[in-house]
């Protein structure tokens, strides 16, 4: 039976501390966003107001040359205004990449009381964390999204700490 998601605690429970995610509201056949998860209209995008940012991804290849300080501008830019852009020629191979992905479908894939282990708060190594919204205790509206932030230090510290799924 499908938990009751009308109320906060059932959804914090679920979400946060049973380590589900918001994935695993997904999984469970979700037809509504539970309230909690909905901004309050007040805090909302007015897209009317909103203006657009139109640029081509930045071409990292040029901060080897002369135009190193427009493409360092372009990318503050992008940062200030919209807090995130797309790059191209950043010479990261496209295996690892592949890999990045796979091993994240392999940790959200993972049974709840797993991926809960690293939770904020009670997560076993200083250096992984599993969670949701940032702050699910004081949060208006929480966020649509689960995360796992690892921190690397050393190929050693990351082999001793990190999720098997992500090493």
């Keep these: 039976m499908a938990p009751n998601f009308d ?3 059932s959804v914090y429970n679920f979400v946060v501390r049973d380590g589900n995610g918001v994935k695993g ?3 469970l056949g979700l037809e509504k966003v539970p309230e909690q998860y909905i901004q309050p209209h007040h805090e909302r ?6 203006s657009s940012y139109d640029r081509p991804p930045i071409d990292l290849s040029m901060l080897d040359g002369p135009q190193h300080s427009q493409v360092v501008g372009l990318i503050a830019e992008a940062a200030e205004r919209v807090g995130f852009f797309q ?3 950043h010479r990261v191979p496209i295996e690892v990449l592949e890999s990045v992905k796979s091993a994240a ?3 959200f894939g993972q049974a709840p009381e797993k991926k809960a282990v690293y939770r904020k708060g009670v997560s076993p ?4 964390k599993y969670g949701t919204s940032f702050v ?3 949060e208006k509206a929480l966020e649509w999204k689960d995360y796992v932030s690892m921190v690397y230090t050393s190929d050693g510290e990351a082999l001793e ?3 098997n799924e992500c090493q």
């Excluded at 995008?45 to 909103?50: E, F, G, R, S, V």
């Excluded at 190594?125 to 992984?128: L, Q, R, T």
């Design 125 to 128: 190594s200083p250096y992984v």
């Design 7 to 9: 109320d906060g605690d």
């Design 87 to 89: 790059v191209v020629n």
């Design 161 to 163: 700490f990190w999720p």
């Design 136 to 138: 699910p205790e004081k």
């Design 105 to 107: 479908h392999e940790f």
């Design 25 to 27: 509201m997904v999984d």
């Design 45 to 50: 995008i007015d897209k009317l107001k909103a």
